[in-house]
């Protein structure tokens, strides 16, 4: 039962960060800057529900050695 739970909402927890995430780099790209698609340039379109402590966190979370 409790593999289900986290299984759950471990997917729901991924997919509201490739949500964030998806929706910074359209932001870079709807403001025309080149090279949307790199983390360099999305990293300032942080969304407003984000706490400004936990973006940074995030970003280093998706760009380290683990991650990839």
């Not at 080149?34 to 970003?59: C, H, S, T």
Request: glycine content about 4%.
């Amino acid at each position: 039962m409790f593999q289900l739970l986290i299984s759950r909402y471990g997917s729901r927890l991924r997919d509201f960060w490739y949500e964030v995430q998806k929706k910074a780099k359209k932001t870079a790209r709807d403001k025309g800057l080149q090279g949307w698609n790199d983390m360099a340039v999305w990293r300032d379109f942080k969304p407003i529900y984000i706490p400004e402590d936990l973006w940074p966190r995030y970003l280093e979370h998706v760009t380290s050695e683990r991650f990839t």
